[in-house]
């Protein structure tokens, strides 16, 4: 069983930038691979970016390549999105998840969730 709490989230001019955290409880977090999710009103839930169990692989939406950066450490149980360069369609509650299945990009290969966290990004 794995818990996750996200944090980070608020309200932010495009052009800003914000990290998200996401806390895992429970000892096997190091074995999961981790990722963030976004849903933006009245829009179905859609992947932003994962990372591998250890930190080493990575991959991006093609939107938030080159402004968001994902990633972990293990000894803290945390997972982080660094997202810059902010625009006002990034805005969206955001969600990290843990999955076994290594860079998982679809909601259906990740077995915890977060309650989310909101990003709004004006314009």
């Known amino acids: 069983q794995v818990q996750l709490v996200e944090s980070g989230g608020g309200l932010v001019q495009a052009g800003g930038s914000l990290r998200l955290s996401c806390a895992a409880s429970?000892?096997?977090?190091?074995?999961?691979?981790m990722g963030w999710f976004r849903q933006a009103a009245g829009k179905e839930r859609a992947f932003v970016a994962v990372?591998?169990?250890?930190?080493?692989?990575?991959y991006y939406r093609d939107s938030v390549k080159g402004r968001f950066t994902i990633s972990r450490d293990n000894a803290k149980n945390t997972v982080y999105l660094q997202m810059n360069s902010l625009k006002p369609e990034d805005t969206a509650v955001y969600y990290c998840a843990a999955s076994r299945i290594a860079l998982a990009t679809s909601s259906n290969g990740y077995d915890y969730w977060g309650q989310g966290t909101q990003v709004t990004v004006s314009s």
């Open positions: 429970g000892r096997t977090f190091s074995t999961y691979a």
């Open positions: 990372i591998g169990w250890n930190g080493i692989s990575t």
